[in-house]
Nanobody
Framework: VQLVESGGGLVQAGGSLRLSCTVSGNTVDEVVVAWFRQAPGKEREGISCRRRDGTTYYRDSVKDRFTIASDNTKRTVYLQMNSLKPEDTAIYYC???????????????????WGQGTQVTVSS
């Protein structure tokens, strides 16, 4: 499984961005895909996850602002980010794994496959 993220950039607070994670080697319905982010000086944290059955999960800090969705024809998982805040500034990574233990969707050690990351900067 190979992952390539795109869509990061600079946006003002309150703005929106859509990140894309293109999966090669498998369809998006064959793997669990999650989005993580890492801000300078902080640990990488999981923010959203989509299971193979379509169940989605969100970290509280992004719930109601971010939406994860997939397009199997394009082998892409998206992260739509609205109402962005300066504290959302980070490098965003997508990750994939065949199976993830329930309750461990945001565990970095659960995922073997990672993209290269894309920078998101939100200015105040």
């Amino acid at each position: 499984v190979q992952l390539v993220e795109s869509g990061g950039g600079l946006v003002q607070a309150g703005g929106s961005l859509r990140l894309s994670c293109t999966v090669s080697g498998n369809t998006v319905d064959e793997v669990v895909v999650a989005w993580f982010r890492q801000a300078p000086g902080k640990e990488r944290e999981g923010i959203s996850c989509r299971r193979r059955d379509g169940t989605t999960y969100y970290r509280d800090s992004v719930k109601d602002r971010f939406t994860i969705a997939s397009d199997n024809t394009k082998r892409t998982v998206y992260l739509q980010m609205n109402s962005l805040k300066p504290e959302d500034t980070a490098i965003y990574y997508c990750a994939a794994q065949w199976r993830v233990i329930r309750g461990r969707e945001f565990g970095t050690s659960e995922y073997d496959f990672w993209g290269q990351g894309t920078q998101v900067t939100v200015s105040s």
